[in-house]
Nanobody, 128 residues
Framework: QVQLVESGGGLVQAGGSLRLSCAASGRTFSDYAMGWFRQAPGKEREFVAGIAWSGGNTYYSDSVKGRFTVSRDNDRNTGYLQMNSLKPEDTAVYYC?????????????????????WGQGTQVTVSS
């Protein structure tokens, strides 16, 4: 019912910035919560940031809080992840996810298997 396509990944120096975009299909994008996850080689997929369907509430992992900003533009069916002060440990494949029934009210909301729809991922590499 919803398709997601990430873009904006690439190579950036430590301390630099990058903005990821997540384009969603359909006209009901506003009904879905959006999350960003990342997966580094040899590691499990982990939660990075999330935003409620209304855009009024945002959520971040401790490792990125204060550096990353998640937002969405429902009129354009697009979500964003602004990444500032990037560190080499931020290097990973970043995935956009969406789900109609994620409310960030418990631990389940931050687990990758809980989310129904996923993008293909985009590589972010931070050099030192």
């Amino acid at each position: 019912q919803v398709q997601l396509v990430e873009s904006g990944g690439g190579l950036v120096q430590a301390g630099g910035s990058l903005r990821l975009s997540c384009a969603a299909s359909g006209r009901t994008f506003s009904d879905y919560a959006m999350g960003w996850f990342r997966q580094a080689p040899g590691k499990e997929r982990e939660f990075v940031a999330g935003i409620a369907w209304s855009g009024g509430n945002t959520y971040y992992s401790d490792s990125v809080k204060g550096r990353f900003t998640v937002s969405r533009d429902n009129d354009r069916n697009t979500g964003y992840l602004q990444m500032n002060s990037l560190k080499p440990e931020d290097t990973a494949v970043y995935y956009c996810a969406a789900d109609r029934y994620i409310y960030f009210s418990g631990r389940r909301s931050y687990d990758a298997p809980s989310w129904d729809y996923w993008g293909q991922g985009t590589q972010v590499t931070v050099s030192s």
